[in-house]
C-alpha cells in the first residue's frame, strides 16, 4: 500500500530551470567571464546533474582554453562560480520568480489529510531546496517531510540513486511503499534504480527525454489526483487496489 510520495525539486515541484540559468549567467559574469548559456545550450546540459558539474562539462566539452588552470585553481574557481550562482539563484526565488508547478500543493496536501507521508529526494543543494519551499509552503515547511535528501546529503548525484535510498532508509519504508515524483530520465533512472515506481510530469526542458521506464507520465499534478496515483501504483505492483 502506498504511504509515502517522495518529490523531486527541480522540474518536478516548480520549473525552476529558467531562473538557474539566468542565475549561472549572472555568476559568469560577476565572476569576469564572457560565458553566456543559451536556453538550447543549458537544455542540453541538464544532461549533467550538479551545478559545479554543469560547469565542469561545459569546460571540459566547450572551453579547453580553461584546461591550464591547475588542479587547485579549477577547484577553487568552480567553488567561487557555483557560490555566485547560489546567491543569484536564491534572491531570484526570494524576488518570485519561480512558483510551485499546477497541482502541487494541492496533491500534497489531499496525501497528508488522508495519512500519508511526503518526502524530498533532490540532489540540488539544501540552500535552493530551502529557498523554493520556505517561499511556496511557509517558514515551517520542513515540518509537511519526514524526510529530505539533497545533495548535503547525497554527493553522488542522480542517475544514481544514493539519494533515493537514503530517503528510505530514513523512512524505514520500502520501495513498494513509495511513489516517486520526477521530471527528467536521469531522475527516472535514479528513482526505478531504487526500485520505486515513478511518476513523471516533464517541463520544456525534459520533454525530449526517455521515460519508457516511468509508471505514467502526465503533463503536470493538475492532471491527477492522490486515488488515481494509489490505482496506478497498485497496478505497478500487480496488486488489486481498493481506493
Same mark, same amino acid.
Not at 77 to 92: D, G, W
Not at 143 to 156: N, R, Y
Not at 212 to 239: C, I, K, Y
Given at each position: 500500500?502506498?504511504?509515502?510520495?517522495i *518529490?523531486?525539486?527541480?522540474?518536478?515541484?516548480?520549473?525552476?530551470?529558467?531562473?538557474?540559468?539566468?542565475?549561472?549567467?549572472?555568476? *559568469?559574469?560577476? *565572476?569576469?567571464?564572457?560565458?553566456?548559456?543559451?536556453?538550447?545550450?543549458?537544455?542540453?546540459?541538464?544532461?549533467?546533474t550538479?551545478?559545479?558539474e =554543469?560547469?565542469?562539462?561545459? #569546460?571540459?566539452?566547450? &572551453?579547453?582554453?580553461?584546461?591550464?588552470?591547475?588542479?587547485?585553481?579549477?577547484?577553487?574557481?568552480?567553488?567561487?562560480?557555483?557560490?555566485?550562482k547560489? #546567491?543569484?539563484?536564491? =534572491?531570484?526565488?526570494?524576488?518570485?520568480?519561480?512558483?510551485?508547478?499546477?497541482?502541487?500543493?494541492?496533491?500534497?496536501?489531499?496525501?497528508?489529510?488522508?495519512?500519508?507521508?511526503?518526502?524530498?529526494?533532490?540532489?540540488?543543494?539544501?540552500?535552493?531546496? $530551502?529557498?523554493?519551499?520556505?517561499?511556496?509552503?511557509? /517558514?515551517?515547511? =520542513?515540518?509537511?517531510?519526514?524526510?529530505?535528501?539533497?545533495?548535503?546529503?547525497?554527493?553522488?548525484?542522480?542517475?544514481? /540513486?544514493?539519494?533515493?535510498?537514503?530517503?528510505?532508509?530514513?523512512?524505514?519504508?520500502?520501495?513498494?511503499?513509495?511513489?516517486?515524483?520526477?521530471?527528467?530520465?536521469?531522475?527516472? &533512472?535514479? $528513482?526505478?534504480?531504487a526500485?520505486?515506481?515513478?511518476? #513523471?510530469?516533464?517541463? &520544456?526542458?525534459? $520533454?525530449?527525454?526517455?521515460?519508457? $521506464?516511468?509508471?505514467?507520465?502526465?503533463?503536470?499534478?493538475?492532471?491527477?489526483?492522490?486515488?488515481?496515483?494509489? =490505482?496506478?501504483?497498485?497496478?505497478?505492483?500487480?496488486?488489486?487496489?481498493l481506493?
Amino acid at each position: 500500500m502506498l504511504q509515502t510520495l517522495i *518529490f523531486d525539486v527541480d522540474g518536478t515541484l516548480a520549473d525552476t530551470e529558467a531562473a538557474h540559468c539566468a542565475a549561472f549567467n549572472h555568476a *559568469f559574469a560577476e *565572476f569576469g567571464l564572457d560565458w553566456r548559456w543559451s536556453d538550447a545550450l543549458y537544455t542540453e546540459l541538464l544532461d549533467v546533474t550538479g551545478g559545479k558539474e =554543469r560547469i565542469l562539462h561545459f #569546460i571540459e566539452t566547450a &572551453r579547453p582554453d580553461m584546461r591550464k588552470f591547475d588542479a587547485m585553481g579549477m577547484a577553487e574557481s568552480l567553488n567561487r562560480l557555483f557560490e555566485l550562482k547560489t #546567491i543569484a539563484y536564491v =534572491r531570484s526565488v526570494h524576488k518570485g520568480a519561480v512558483s510551485l508547478r499546477p497541482g502541487v500543493l494541492k496533491l500534497m496536501g489531499e496525501a497528508r489529510a488522508q495519512g500519508l507521508q511526503l518526502a524530498v529526494a533532490s540532489t540540488t543543494s539544501s540552500v535552493n531546496v $530551502a529557498a523554493l519551499l520556505g517561499r511556496a509552503v511557509g /517558514p515551517h515547511w =520542513r515540518e509537511q517531510f519526514a524526510a529530505i535528501g539533497d545533495a548535503t546529503t547525497a554527493p553522488l548525484k542522480k542517475p544514481h /540513486p544514493q539519494v533515493y535510498l537514503q530517503v528510505l532508509a530514513t523512512l524505514g519504508l520500502e520501495p513498494a511503499q513509495c511513489l516517486a515524483l520526477e521530471d527528467s530520465s536521469n531522475g527516472l &533512472r535514479s $528513482a526505478t534504480a531504487a526500485g520505486l515506481a515513478t511518476l #513523471i510530469t516533464p517541463t &520544456r526542458y525534459t $520533454a525530449h527525454n526517455d521515460f519508457h $521506464a516511468a509508471m505514467r507520465v502526465v503533463p503536470d499534478l493538475s492532471h491527477v489526483d492522490l486515488a488515481q496515483l494509489q =490505482r496506478w501504483h497498485a497496478q505497478s505492483l500487480g496488486e488489486t487496489s481498493l481506493v
